[in-house]
């Protein structure tokens, strides 16, 4: 299995993943939204629709991205490189700005499951931010010089899917108790806000040192 990345990179991506997936964005901001408006079971649409807005992204850059190797491999690296400093960004944002949880009780009216999945598959998919992180995040863990480069995004690309989604869920589950808490208890949320920093500016620098070698 060529396309199964090593232990150490598994690891590491499973690590930024999870940091990522349990840090509050859009689309936890729109789960919790959601479930307190709609009920669980909407939320659990829009959860499978931002599932589905991931794995186009997915299939966009691991395509694009060895289209690209295979045309011109210091393109590649110029990309890597961005994508440090992108990393390096989002880290120096998250210590500046911290995470953004705003979500209100309100009343809506009941959307279908397929208006739900739509709603959560355009956050995503429709989200610049998404589209450059995934352009710069998935090129960290392969290298240019990797026969199996495509099979290796595709697989961090759905592993992604598999790490986030099971986190949104349960946020959804626990939307209630979660958006009373997270409210009262800034300092958890700068707390991740800093493992999230430190993180992406250790992926960021190692990049960095290893291309200047």
């Known amino acids: ?7 150490p990179t598994l690891l590491a991506f499973a690590a930024a993943s999870l940091l990522l997936a349990a840090t509050p964005g859009p689309d936890m901001t729109l789960s919790i939204s959601r479930a307190l408006a709609q009920g669980k079971k909407a939320a659990l649409f829009v959860v499978l629709g931002t599932g589905l807005g991931i794995v186009v992204h997915t299939l966009l850059v691991a395509f694009g991205i060895s289209a690209l190797i295979t045309a011109s491999p210091t393109a590649f690296l110029v990309l890597k490189t961005g994508g440090a400093a992108y990393l390096l960004w989002l880290a120096i944002q998250a210590i500046r700005y911290g995470s953004s949880l705003s979500v209100a009780k309100v009343t809506e009216a009941k959307g279908s499951a397929l208006s739900n999945i739509a709603t959560g598959f355009s956050v995503n998919i429709l989200n610049p931010k ?6 710069t995040f998935l090129p960290q863990f392969v290298s240019a010089g990797d026969p199996a480069v495509t099979g290796k995004l595709l697989f961090l690309g759905f592993f992604f899917i598999v790490i986030g989604m099971p986190v949104n869920a349960l946020v959804v589950f626990a939307a209630d108790w979660l958006a009373a808490w997270l409210q009262r208890n800034r300092r958890v949320m700068r707390a991740m806000d800093y493992s999230f920093a430190g993180v992406f500016s250790a992926f960021a620098v190692k990049i960095f040192l290893t291309q200047a070698r």
């Open 1 to 7: 299995m060529d396309f199964v990345p090593s232990l």
């Open 130 to 135: 998404v589209v450059i992180f995934f352009m």
